[in-house]
Protein backbone atom coordinates (compact mmCIF):
# COMPACT_ATOMS: atom_id res chain seq x y z
CA UNK A 1 0.00 0.00 0.00
CA UNK A 2 1.75 2.86 -1.32
CA UNK A 3 1.26 6.66 -0.81
CA UNK A 4 2.15 9.95 1.08
CA UNK A 5 1.11 10.44 4.57
CA UNK A 6 -2.82 10.61 5.17
CA UNK A 7 -3.45 9.00 1.91
CA UNK A 8 -5.37 6.37 4.12
CA UNK A 9 -3.41 3.34 3.52
CA UNK A 10 -3.69 2.16 6.90
CA UNK A 11 -7.18 2.81 6.54
CA UNK A 12 -7.26 0.55 3.21
CA UNK A 13 -4.36 -1.83 4.86
CA UNK A 14 -7.16 -2.81 7.55
CA UNK A 15 -9.65 -3.66 5.48
CA UNK A 16 -8.16 -6.30 3.28
CA UNK A 17 -6.49 -7.85 6.45
CA UNK A 18 -10.48 -8.23 7.49
CA UNK A 19 -11.72 -9.33 3.77
CA UNK A 20 -8.67 -11.62 2.65
CA UNK A 21 -6.71 -12.59 5.79
CA UNK A 22 -3.64 -10.71 4.78
CA UNK A 23 -1.94 -9.29 7.80
CA UNK A 24 -1.07 -5.44 7.96
CA UNK A 25 2.59 -4.77 8.46
CA UNK A 26 2.79 -1.62 9.20
CA UNK A 27 5.90 -0.05 10.13
CA UNK A 28 4.69 3.12 11.60
CA UNK A 29 2.59 0.77 14.40
CA UNK A 30 5.54 -1.25 15.07
CA UNK A 31 7.60 1.61 15.66
CA UNK A 32 5.05 3.30 17.49
CA UNK A 33 4.46 0.43 19.95
CA UNK A 34 7.86 0.21 20.24
CA UNK A 35 8.18 3.86 21.70
CA UNK A 36 4.77 3.20 23.97
CA UNK A 37 6.57 0.34 25.66
CA UNK A 38 9.99 2.42 25.73
CA UNK A 39 12.43 -0.55 24.14
CA UNK A 40 16.10 0.40 23.19
CA UNK A 41 14.31 0.31 19.91
CA UNK A 42 11.33 2.90 21.00
CA UNK A 43 14.12 5.08 22.98
CA UNK A 44 16.24 5.33 19.30
CA UNK A 45 13.52 6.06 17.05
CA UNK A 46 11.30 8.42 19.49
CA UNK A 47 12.85 11.97 18.44
CA UNK A 48 12.69 10.98 14.75
CA UNK A 49 9.34 9.85 14.58
CA UNK A 50 8.40 13.25 16.23
CA UNK A 51 10.13 15.78 13.86
CA UNK A 52 8.72 13.63 11.03
CA UNK A 53 12.20 12.47 9.38
CA UNK A 54 13.08 8.08 8.27
CA UNK A 55 14.29 6.15 10.68
CA UNK A 56 17.48 4.43 9.31
CA UNK A 57 16.90 1.43 6.37
CA UNK A 58 18.48 -0.93 8.13
CA UNK A 59 16.49 -0.28 11.56
CA UNK A 60 13.30 -0.70 9.64
CA UNK A 61 14.60 -3.56 6.84
CA UNK A 62 15.09 -5.55 10.55
CA UNK A 63 11.77 -5.13 11.93
CA UNK A 64 10.18 -6.33 8.97
CA UNK A 65 12.48 -9.29 8.52
CA UNK A 66 11.34 -10.08 12.13
CA UNK A 67 7.93 -9.61 10.76
CA UNK A 68 7.72 -11.85 8.10
CA UNK A 69 9.19 -14.99 10.16
CA UNK A 70 6.21 -15.05 12.29
CA UNK A 71 4.12 -17.63 10.70
CA UNK A 72 0.65 -15.17 9.78
CA UNK A 73 2.82 -13.82 6.92
CA UNK A 74 3.46 -16.89 5.64
CA UNK A 75 0.93 -16.88 3.28
CA UNK A 76 1.05 -13.15 1.96
CA UNK A 77 0.45 -9.84 3.64
CA UNK A 78 -0.41 -5.79 3.19
CA UNK A 79 2.94 -3.74 3.55
CA UNK A 80 1.76 -0.65 4.88
CA UNK A 81 4.26 2.37 5.63
CA UNK A 82 7.62 -0.54 3.61
CA UNK A 83 9.39 0.17 2.04
CA UNK A 84 9.55 4.38 2.06
CA UNK A 85 13.30 4.61 -0.08
CA UNK A 86 14.78 3.09 -2.94
CA UNK A 87 17.57 1.08 -0.33
CA UNK A 88 14.36 -0.50 1.43
CA UNK A 89 12.75 -1.24 -1.70
CA UNK A 90 16.05 -3.82 -3.07
CA UNK A 91 16.19 -5.20 0.70
CA UNK A 92 12.61 -6.13 0.56
CA UNK A 93 12.94 -7.74 -2.64
CA UNK A 94 15.77 -9.84 -1.14
CA UNK A 95 13.80 -10.43 1.69
CA UNK A 96 11.04 -11.90 -0.28
CA UNK A 97 13.46 -13.55 -2.84
CA UNK A 98 14.95 -15.75 0.12
CA UNK A 99 11.21 -16.86 0.64
CA UNK A 100 10.39 -18.01 -2.31
CA UNK A 101 7.92 -14.53 -2.81
CA UNK A 102 7.89 -11.63 -4.14
CA UNK A 103 5.86 -7.97 -4.57
CA UNK A 104 2.75 -9.12 -6.33
CA UNK A 105 1.18 -5.45 -6.58
CA UNK A 106 1.61 -1.80 -5.64
CA UNK A 107 -1.50 -0.03 -4.44
CA UNK A 108 -1.14 3.84 -5.02
CA UNK A 109 -3.11 6.10 -3.36
CA UNK A 110 -3.00 9.85 -4.93
CA UNK A 111 -3.88 12.61 -3.06
CA UNK A 112 -3.22 16.28 -3.82
CA UNK A 113 -1.27 17.71 -1.01
CA UNK A 114 -3.91 20.39 0.45
CA UNK A 115 -6.29 17.45 1.49
CA UNK A 116 -3.31 15.68 2.98
CA UNK A 117 -2.64 18.73 5.38
CA UNK A 118 -6.38 19.38 6.18
CA UNK A 119 -6.70 15.44 6.67
CA UNK A 120 -3.83 15.35 9.65
CA UNK A 121 -5.83 18.44 11.16
CA UNK A 122 -9.15 16.51 10.83
CA UNK A 123 -7.45 13.34 12.60
CA UNK A 124 -6.01 15.73 15.80
CA UNK A 125 -9.13 17.14 15.97
CA UNK A 126 -11.36 13.20 16.13
CA UNK A 127 -8.83 12.16 17.95
CA UNK A 128 -8.88 14.85 20.88
CA UNK A 129 -12.49 14.47 20.71
CA UNK A 130 -12.99 10.43 21.40
CA UNK A 131 -10.55 11.77 24.82
CA UNK A 132 -7.40 10.21 22.91
CA UNK A 133 -3.71 11.92 22.14
CA UNK A 134 -3.26 12.84 18.63
CA UNK A 135 -0.06 11.62 17.57
CA UNK A 136 2.94 13.82 18.02
CA UNK A 137 3.87 14.13 13.97
CA UNK A 138 0.36 15.24 13.01
CA UNK A 139 1.16 19.07 13.85
CA UNK A 140 0.73 21.04 10.70
CA UNK A 141 4.61 21.82 10.79
CA UNK A 142 5.45 18.00 11.16
CA UNK A 143 3.29 16.94 8.35
CA UNK A 144 4.92 19.41 6.28
CA UNK A 145 8.40 17.75 6.71
CA UNK A 146 6.56 14.46 6.26
CA UNK A 147 5.36 15.59 3.08
CA UNK A 148 8.44 16.45 1.95
CA UNK A 149 10.28 13.71 2.77
CA UNK A 150 8.05 11.35 0.99
CA UNK A 151 8.71 13.67 -2.10
CA UNK A 152 12.11 13.39 -1.96
CA UNK A 153 12.76 9.41 -0.63
CA UNK A 154 9.62 8.09 -1.36
CA UNK A 155 7.68 8.84 -3.81
CA UNK A 156 10.95 7.70 -6.42
CA UNK A 157 9.53 4.16 -5.48
CA UNK A 158 6.61 4.44 -7.97
CA UNK A 159 9.01 4.40 -11.11
CA UNK A 160 11.38 1.58 -8.90
CA UNK A 161 8.07 -0.80 -9.47
CA UNK A 162 6.38 0.98 -12.20
CA UNK A 163 9.54 -0.57 -14.14
CA UNK A 164 8.55 -3.65 -12.84
CA UNK A 165 4.73 -3.51 -13.68
CA UNK A 166 3.45 -3.76 -10.78
CA UNK A 167 1.64 -0.32 -9.54
CA UNK A 168 -1.84 0.40 -9.58
CA UNK A 169 -2.75 4.28 -9.23
CA UNK A 170 -6.30 4.43 -7.24
CA UNK A 171 -8.24 7.96 -6.35
CA UNK A 172 -7.62 8.12 -2.98
CA UNK A 173 -9.63 11.31 -2.72
CA UNK A 174 -12.82 9.51 -3.37
CA UNK A 175 -14.99 7.51 -0.55
CA UNK A 176 -13.46 5.13 1.39
CA UNK A 177 -15.70 2.51 0.08
CA UNK A 178 -15.08 3.94 -3.44
CA UNK A 179 -11.60 3.38 -2.66
CA UNK A 180 -11.68 0.05 -1.35
CA UNK A 181 -13.75 -1.25 -4.63
CA UNK A 182 -10.97 0.09 -6.73
CA UNK A 183 -8.16 -1.75 -4.58
CA UNK A 184 -10.32 -5.12 -4.49
CA UNK A 185 -10.47 -4.72 -8.24
CA UNK A 186 -7.26 -4.59 -8.68
CA UNK A 187 -6.56 -7.39 -7.08
CA UNK A 188 -8.80 -9.73 -8.35
CA UNK A 189 -7.66 -9.00 -11.39
CA UNK A 190 -4.43 -9.62 -10.36
CA UNK A 191 -5.29 -13.31 -9.19
CA UNK A 192 -6.83 -14.25 -12.64
P1 LIG B 1 2.39 8.17 7.69
O1 LIG B 1 2.33 7.27 6.51
O2 LIG B 1 1.06 8.80 8.00
O3 LIG B 1 3.51 9.18 7.64
P2 LIG B 1 3.48 6.03 9.38
O4 LIG B 1 2.79 5.51 10.59
O5 LIG B 1 3.63 5.12 8.21
O6 LIG B 1 2.69 7.34 9.01
O7 LIG B 1 4.95 6.52 9.79
C1 LIG B 1 5.19 7.37 10.89
C2 LIG B 1 6.69 7.66 11.02
O8 LIG B 1 7.40 6.44 11.32
C3 LIG B 1 7.39 8.22 9.79
O9 LIG B 1 7.26 9.63 9.69
C4 LIG B 1 8.84 7.79 10.05
O10 LIG B 1 9.47 8.62 11.02
C5 LIG B 1 8.69 6.42 10.69
N1 LIG B 1 8.68 5.32 9.69
C6 LIG B 1 7.64 4.48 9.42
N2 LIG B 1 7.95 3.60 8.45
C7 LIG B 1 9.23 3.89 8.08
C8 LIG B 1 10.12 3.36 7.11
N3 LIG B 1 9.75 2.35 6.30
N4 LIG B 1 11.35 3.92 7.01
C9 LIG B 1 11.75 4.91 7.79
N5 LIG B 1 10.96 5.49 8.73
C10 LIG B 1 9.71 4.97 8.88
Known sequence: MFG?????????????????????????DML?????AKSPLGQKVEAILAKGDLVPDETVVGIINERLNKPDAAKGAVFD???????????LDRLMASRGKQIDLVIELKVD?????????????????AGGTPRPDDTPETVRNRLDVYRRNT?????YYAKQGKVVTV??????ADVTAAIARALDAKAR
Do not use: C, H, Y
Not at 4 to 28: D, F, N, Y
Not at 32 to 36: E, G, M, N, S, Y
Not at 171 to 176: D, K, S, V
Open 4 to 28: PPGAGKGTQAKVLQETRGLPQLSTG
Open 32 to 36: RAAIA
Open 81 to 91: GFPRTIPQAEA
Open 113 to 129: EAVLLGRAEQRVKETVA
Open 155 to 159: APLVA
Open 171 to 176: NGMAPI
